[in-house]
Nanobody
Framework: QVQLVGSGGGLVQAGASHRLSCVAS????????MGWYRQAPGKQRELVTS???????YYIQSVKGRFTISRDNAKNTVYLQMNQLKPEDTAVYYC??????????WGQGIQVTVSS
């Protein structure tokens, strides 16, 4: 059974840095794309960032230059380093593992609240 467990949520001040982690188990990790979505109150869930098995990354425009996604295949873990946080980054963050062929596994939501 595939399981993704995220951690690192909390309340942070605007301008601060914060890191989220997501540990995967139960499915081969090294060859799957990983990433993070987020959903702010009253808004649709949006793809924030992703990383392929070989390290190719994508970022939504609003986080470029501030957020960095990385992965440690030996630890089956994907990270989201968030710098220069803004109140508009407040959302529930979800990690995901794309195993291909339409199989996408999700972690539980992680609340990140950025205070101004």
């Amino acid at each position: 059974q595939v399981q993704l467990v995220g951690s690192g949520g909390g309340l942070v001040q605007a301008g601060a840095s914060h890191r989220l982690s997501c540990v995967a188990s139960g499915s081969p990790f090294s060859f799957d794309a990983m990433g993070w979505y987020r959903q702010a109150p009253g808004k649709q869930r949006e793809l924030v960032t992703s990383i392929t098995y070989d390290g190719v990354t994508y970022y939504i425009q609003s986080v470029k230059g501030r957020f960095t996604i990385s992965r440690d295949n030996a630890k089956n873990t994907v990270y989201l380093q968030m710098n220069q946080l803004k109140p508009e980054d407040t959302a529930v963050y979800y990690c995901y593992q794309d195993a291909g062929s339409g199989y996408v596994h999700w972690g539980q939501g992680i609340q990140v609240t950025v205070s101004s």
